[in-house]
């Protein structure tokens, strides 16, 4: 039998842990942050299924950029984007929710 558990999110965005961890973190100001917990910051979302949206640090997605992380919004799943590292959190907060540059 499948449960069914519900779930506060609006939406979900998938970031690269992997990624992340070859930058020894990457955002913020001392460029140490991993860009999961500068989102989280960002949106003011915290973690789990009670959180308004999904901000989930993933396994490698298979792209691996120099210098960037990958992240998947799950309102856009065609289209993933290659966050360079030190990019601040407004500038991707900004192309998650789609009002931003692409
Ligand atoms: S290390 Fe991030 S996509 Fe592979």
Redesign the pocket.
């Known amino acids: 039998m499948i449960r069914v558990l519900a779930s506060r999110w609006q939406g979900s965005v998938l970031v ?1 842990g ?2 992340s961890k ?1 930058l020894g973190g990457g955002f913020g100001d001392k460029g140490r942050t991993p860009l999961v917990k500068l989102l989280r910051q960002a949106l003011g979302v915290k973690k789990g299924r009670k959180a308004d949206r999904g901000v989930v640090e993933v396994k ?6 120099k210098n960037a ?2 992240v998947v919004d799950g309102a856009h799943t065609g289209r993933w984007m290659l966050v360079p590292a030190g990019t601040e959190a407004d500038e991707v907060v900004a192309s998650l929710t789609g009002t931003g540059p692409a």
């Not at 490698?60 to 950029?65: A, E």
């Open positions: 690269c992997k990624c070859k490698c997605l298979g792209v691996c950029p992380v990958v």
